[in-house]
């Protein structure tokens, strides 16, 4: 297995590519079949390998390809994790044939939004982290990674079997906190007529969103949390 | 996340006028050796009936850590107003990190009053259960992996760059984490002809630095530039111009953000006379 050290686009130069698509309005480069970048704006050492074959495959689930990314850049922390210089490298580079098939361009009706959106990570905030067509894969492993369990992505299964869940969970404050994530996600594994439906799988977390404005749930056990979940879960469902 | 303009079901000290006596107060002390992040709170309630609750345990002095760049959320609980140092692993945290500080019920309390309530609420008793907020001390702030020279230098905060039209004025894109100058291929082409020479840095300063950050100065004043409000560009000079009073007007702003160019300029154009 050959490694390659992954290299980073200067902030000059992801600020520069983002504007670029919109101030002119012109996308072809995204059409194309390789990106053809500036070297020298692709920066390195940054101490980050990856395996030279690693690819993702757009005509797999998220699942796959988010167990797939987060095994191969297991060393990566969170700060990096959350830099934009590395994953407008990985889509525009090493990824390119994956963001092509899983987010083409040629056939969305906003081709230069859905390329700010996914190919970069403008700002540092729960949204776009969970946007940007590469690190949203990175992350919904990590936030759901337990390595106390046999299935130690069972609760990444859980989150990513319905899109309005990812983003129910992922884009709310109470997805942040891993107490309540776990309480959540576990809970939902156990309950499965809840998880199965979609109104009442979205009204529960409403309701604990609304559960948390008022009390500070983090402060709670997670057997606590799931206590609360059941009674907000019977009370919906009733 | 604001936790000030919320409904609580119960009065809390620090929200509104739901009490008329008391405060809780923290003095917030934050470093970094580059590994560790070390936060140091120090809790000050002057409220009677909450101190006794945390001389016996009924509730908890609470920090609660928020780095939205890193989905980080934690809470950190003492029963100390001066407790151990909380450290956290500098990799865990990029960018701004809001701390907001509480008193939380660590056991329930069945019937919750106090003499110390807004006389609005009467004689009326509220349920406690664990985790309900008693009191909120407020925000601190902090950017976590930036130092401050960094975030102070005029290069964290903008970049220059070239339009493609050949004969433009220059204009600024506030699209990314740092301000971008826009000089037209001419201009810009002279630009990168002189930028090497420390001779010319003064008129580079003066003549394109300068008017551009007054302008982006007075686009803060602008409510569309809210919608920037998460960019580095943005953080950086907002808390600017919020901390520094000494110059109300965005012309003096600037020119104290980039250490006097006028006087550079000045310095170097004179200097370059006596010369010939």
Known sequence: ?238 | MIYNNRNYPHPVLGIGDDFINGNLNVDLKVSSNGVQIEIIPIFVLSNADLNEFIATGTATYISHIYCRGTLYREVFKTQKSLSEPIMIPAQKLNGEVEIDFFICASRKVDKYKSRDFNPDYGNTEFEIDRGDVFAYAGKGKFYANKSPEELKSISALMNIDCSNKNKEPMYLDYSGEKITLMLSIEDYSNYKLIKGNPQYHGVILSSLVLPALIEALYFLEDETSKDYEVHAWYKALKEYKDKTKKYPDPLRMAQNIIDNPINKCFEQLTIDEAYE
């Open chain 1, 1 to 238: 297995m050959s490694k390659q050290e992954i290299k980073f686009f200067s902030t000059f130069y992801v600020d520069k590519l983002y504007r670029d698509v919109a101030a002119t309005e012109n996308y072809d480069s995204y059409l194309d079949k390789e990106f053809v970048y500036e070297e020298k704006y692709a920066k390195g050492p940054t101490g980050i390998f990856i395996d030279s074959n690693l690819k993702l495959n757009p005509q797999r689930s998220d699942l796959e390809n988010s167990i797939v990314l987060y095994e191969g850049l297991r060393g990566l922390n969170e700060v990096q994790a959350s830099d934009e210089r590395l994953w407008a490298y990985l889509t525009h580079v090493h990824f390119w044939d994956y963001m092509q098939g899983r987010w083409p361009i040629e056939d969305s009706k906003k081709p230069i939004s859905r390329i700010r959106e996914r190919y970069f990570l403008r700002n540092l905030n729960l949204e776009s982290i969970t946007r940007n067509g590469l690190s949203r894969l990175w992350w919904y492993a990590h936030i759901t990674f337990d390595d106390n369990k046999k299935n130690k992505y069972e609760l990444t299964e859980t989150l990513l079997q319905r899109q309005d869940l990812v983003v129910g969970i992922t884009e709310r404050a109470i997805g942040t906190n891993k107490k309540i994530r776990i309480s959540l996600l576990e809970y939902l594994r156990e309950n499965p007529s809840i998880a199965a439906s979609e109104n009442l799988s979205r009204e529960l977390i409403k309701v604990l969103n609304l559960y948390g404005g008022v009390k500070m749930l983090p402060f709670l056990e997670i057997s606590e949390i799931k206590k609360i979940l059941s009674d907000l879960g019977s009370s919906i469902a009733a």
